[in-house]
């Protein structure tokens, strides 16, 4: 019988480091996905709440308590990270997400710019706040981005595509990392 050895989606890849820029793995356990039933939203943040000192999530916003987060997920979904659900029992469906995406943070001087080559979303912190979180493409594939520091982005992809969010990422690094090099900045 063979043994099965359970791996985190960006295992062996990260943690990279280049210049002022650090790629490292997030494995935040359980991940939830909350969809409320229809006419439950209030319902399941007031649950959610008193549970967790967290309400379901506005669209394109997160929130974080006590190693807990929640971030938007799309309409009517959010995902719940680092914490169990509370009982949601008829107020919604709720599915475990644990090992369905690969979640990096992104952190240093030049966070920004090293998204602005892949990202077609405005991420300057004058318009993407702390807790704002976005749906968009990074490169070609699907992603939520969420700033969860002055510095500092967490951005989720599905797992299959960890390999490539890590490659893509690396790239935007190294280039900024070059062209701060070769200006002397």
């Given at each position: 019988?063979?043994?099965?050895?359970?791996?985190?989606?960006?295992a062996?890849?990260?943690?990279?480091?280049?210049?002022?820029?650090?790629?490292?793995?997030?494995?935040?356990?359980?991940?939830?996905?909350?969809a409320?039933?229809?006419?439950q939203?209030?319902?399941?943040?007031?649950?959610?709440?008193?549970?967790?000192?967290?309400k379901?999530?506005?669209?394109?916003?997160?929130?974080?308590?006590?190693?807990a987060?929640?971030?938007?997920?799309?309409q009517?979904?959010?995902?719940?990270?680092?914490?169990?659900?509370?009982?949601?029992?008829?107020?919604?469906?709720?599915?475990?997400q644990?090992?369905?995406?690969?979640?990096?943070?992104?952190?240093?001087?030049g966070?920004e710019?090293?998204?602005?080559?892949?990202?077609?979303?405005?991420?300057?912190?004058?318009?993407?706040?702390?807790?704002?979180t976005?749906?968009?493409?990074?490169?070609?594939?699907?992603a939520?981005?969420?700033?969860?520091?002055v510095?500092?982005?967490?951005i989720?992809?599905?797992?299959a595509?960890?390999?490539?969010l890590?490659?893509e990422?690396?790239?935007?690094?190294?280039?900024?990392?070059?062209?701060r090099?070769?200006?002397?900045?």
């Amino acid at each position: 019988m063979v043994d099965l050895i359970a791996k985190s989606a960006c295992a062996g890849l990260l943690p990279i480091t280049i210049g002022s820029l650090t790629l490292t793995e997030e494995t935040p356990d359980p991940v939830t996905s909350i969809a409320p039933f229809k006419g439950q939203s209030e319902a399941v943040s007031e649950r959610l709440e008193s549970a967790l000192g967290l309400k379901f999530p506005a669209p394109n916003r997160s929130a974080s308590k006590s190693g807990a987060r929640i971030v938007w997920a799309g309409q009517g979904r959010a995902l719940l990270m680092g914490a169990a659900a509370p009982d949601l029992a008829g107020l919604a469906a709720l599915t475990d997400q644990s090992d369905a995406n690969a979640i990096v943070t992104l952190k240093g001087e030049g966070a920004e710019d090293a998204l602005a080559r892949l990202v077609p979303v405005d991420l300057r912190a004058a318009h993407f706040k702390r807790g704002h979180t976005a749906r968009t493409f990074l490169g070609h594939m699907s992603a939520s981005i969420t700033r969860t520091g002055v510095d500092s982005f967490e951005i989720t992809v599905f797992r299959a595509m960890a390999g490539t969010l890590v490659h893509e990422l690396t790239e935007a690094m190294e280039s900024l990392h070059a062209r701060r090099s070769h200006l002397g900045q």
